[in-house]
């Protein structure tokens, strides 16, 4: 097991630089997530993690080691890969038992660890089939097992959940987690699925354009986002931003340019809510009404603005109708107009 | 349980054969007759006397095996035909190693002069084998490669076509399965031998058929370079039947009808991945 460490790592092709001379601490045992959307930097951050590409600026460490030079090889680390990346003319036995081929064991040592292994990941029935033979999910087990076989210091996560259906990415999600805990081993996962994030990380590692906005365990992100970016990309559906104005600690809805935008999450701002002092009140016209069972949300339109709130299981909301929403106060995000940085919450 | 009708199926009604069909099996069936004759007509032949030779009755009146017998237990015919399968066999060894070598080295490897280097070699396509023929007579001359079994196989070792095939189908290779191999700790050949190589089976197997065929049929080089009987390959032996008093068309035969026969089991070997290497190199060419 080990520490990673990314000292102002920059990465460029070219003049063109894609990672900014990021900083970033990953503790031994850690289960970090990097999210952010495509182009963002998240897997190339990986992979020079990995030693799958020269790092074109600052240091990686991992351990008390500097591995900027290092071969893949000689990082001891184990990655596995969006497309799997199991062989497909070798069996799932070899497939597992390929993680050990450089390693000193003898060969009773290996098929022990190997069967072990498939064991622990539910493999054993299928140890003697080729990948073909296998579902996505079996697939990409095969590729958590051949990484783990070795024992490796970390574990390097390069969106292996995207190529799986939702119930099965559900499924490996806790596979993943429990794994995580029954091995201790550092984890750097990538994904551009907030889900994942959320439901996974010890701690989430936010990016854009080759910056990281903000690093911190997922309910934090959630509750704190640092800027408009973190704070819609965070939560499912995405936080409401409107341009407000604040007097006397009441957020009203802004005309002309704003100097505030007043962020709140659709499960915070209620449809036919009672409350008497609310932190934020919006009234529109519905446009889609979406019954989820225990709830329903009510998307409407403020000053030409798409918003969603919630409303009860069993409302009666309808198309075209005029609704009013309110947010109670604390709940309420204020971020700055120019910057589009956090300003606490009203 | 239901029984399992076990009864064929009527043939088709002839309303519903179109008439396209019948235009294409047409061709196919006079491009296959046009093919096959020639080589009925050898195995014939090869069976006749040297009276009956033009006698062209396909089936001969009393057929016999001795011009096999006499090819085969007189004259240098069995040494000609090791000659051919041992440069046939080099030749084709060293195509797979080297041209796929090349080949993946070009298609996963970023290095600057990389598309120099691939024009380069894509360019010697475009130069006809009459015109290297001097050079490489020159060359095996200087070297003192003439009349051995290096100078016969020399200028055929690596190849422009085979490297370009090579490089196609090792693009087609995702890179995840490399970079998955160099994490458990291969090094950069054992990836292309343990890894990328099984990946492209059917491109192996097709260059490895059409290398060897064309080895064993070469006849050009192999005749300028060697002057040895001992050293000539099947098809220069072939044309010692041909002399000037006379041409021994059966004895020509019976050689080109055993030649034929090795080339017959590589393709019978290879033929499904061979159809599959061509369907690829097609659809990702």
Redesign the interface.
């Known amino acids: 097991m080990a520490k990673f460490e990314l000292r102002g790592l920059v990465k460029a092709y070219g003049k063109t630089k894609v990672i900014h001379g990021i900083n970033l601490v990953i503790p031994d045992g850690e289960f970090v997530v990097f999210v952010g959307p495509s182009g963002c930097g998240k897997s190339t951050t990986l992979r020079m993690i990995?030693?799958?590409e020269e790092v074109s600026g600052g240091e990686i460490r991992i351990g008390d080691r500097v591995v900027n030079e290092v071969?893949?090889?000689e990082r001891n680390?184990?990655?596995v890969?969006?497309?799997?990346?199991i062989?497909?003319?070798m069996t799932v036995r070899q497939n597992i038992a390929?993680?050990l081929?450089?390693s000193k064991l003898s060969k009773d040592e290996k098929a022990k660890k190997v069967e072990e292994a498939g064991a622990l990941l539910g493999l054993t029935p299928l140890l003697d089939r080729r990948p073909s033979d296998l579902s996505g999910g079996q697939r990409q087990r095969v590729a958590i097992g051949?990484a783990m076989v070795?024992d490796p210091a970390g574990f390097l996560f390069d969106e292996p959940l995207s190529n799986l259906d939702a119930q099965l990415r559900a499924q490996m999600r806790i596979e993943i987690k429990d794994l995580h805990r029954r091995l201790g081993t550092t984890i750097a996962y990538v994904t551009h699925d907030q889900v994942e994030a959320m439901t996974m990380a010890d701690r989430i590692v936010v990016m854009k354009d080759g910056h990281i906005l903000q690093a911190a365990p997922p309910m934090e992100v959630y509750d704190n986002p640092v800027d408009v970016f973190t704070a819609q990309f965070i939560g499912t559906p995405s936080m409401n931003i409107v341009p407000a104005t604040q007097t006397g600690g009441v957020v009203t809805l802004a005309e002309g340019a704003p100097t505030l935008l007043a962020g709140v999450r659709p499960h915070d701002l209620l449809v036919g809510s009672q409350i008497a002092d609310p932190g934020l009140t919006l009234t529109g016209t519905v446009t889609a009404v979406e019954p989820l069972g225990p709830e329903t949300l009510v998307h409407f339109t403020v000053a030409g603005r798409s918003i969603i709130s919630t409303a009860p299981a069993h409302g009666t909301v309808a198309i075209g109708s005029t609704v009013t929403a309110k947010a109670p106060r604390g709940q309420v995000h204020l971020f700055d107009a120019a910057t589009e940085k956090a300003m606490g919450r009203a | 349980m239901a029984a399992i009708d076990t009864t064929l199926s009527p043939p088709l009604p002839m309303s519903r054969i179109k008439p396209g069909r019948i235009v294409m099996w047409t061709v196919l069936f006079i491009g296959g007759l046009l093919m096959i004759t020639p080589i009925l007509f050898m195995f014939s032949t090869s069976l006749k006397t040297s009276s009956q030779i033009y006698d062209l009755r396909l089936i001969p009146q009393s057929p016999t095996l001795a011009n096999y017998i006499e090819v085969l237990t007189e004259g240098q015919f069995p040494r000609w035909f090791l000659n051919s399968s041992f440069v046939a066999i080099c030749v084709t060894a060293s195509n797979i190693f080297f041209d796929s070598l090349v080949g993946y080295t070009l298609a996963k490897f970023r290095f600057r002069g990389r598309q120099f280097v691939f024009i380069a070699i894509l360019s010697t396509l475009m130069i006809p084998t009459e015109m290297l023929v001097i050079p490489w007579y020159l060359m095996s001359a200087n070297f003192g490669w003439l009349d051995s079994y290096w100078g016969i196989m020399f200028p055929g070792m690596m190849t422009a076509f085979g490297t370009f095939l090579m490089k196609q189908f090792f693009e087609t290779v995702?890179d995840?399965?490399i970079?998955?191999?160099?994490?458990?700790?291969?090094n950069e050949f054992t990836i292309w031998w343990k890894?990328a190589m099984?990946?492209v089976t059917p491109a192996l197997s097709a260059l490895a058929i059409f290398t060897f065929l064309g080895n064993w049929t070469a006849f050009f080089w192999p005749l300028i370079s060697t002057t040895s009987k001992e050293l000539y390959t099947l098809p220069v032996g072939l044309t010692s039947f041909a002399v000037e008093q006379a041409i021994q068309w059966e004895m020509i035969m019976t050689g080109a009808a055993i030649a034929t026969i090795p080339t017959l089991v590589v393709f019978l070997v290879l033929q499904r991945y061979i159809v599959r290497g061509v369907m690829l190199a097609g659809l990702k060419g």
């Open positions: 990995a030693g799958l071969d893949p090889k680390l184990a990655m890969f969006q497309n799997y990346a062989y497909p003319h390929f993680g081929y450089t051949r070795r | 995702p995840d399965f970079e998955a191999a160099r994490m458990d700790g291969l890894i099984p990946l």
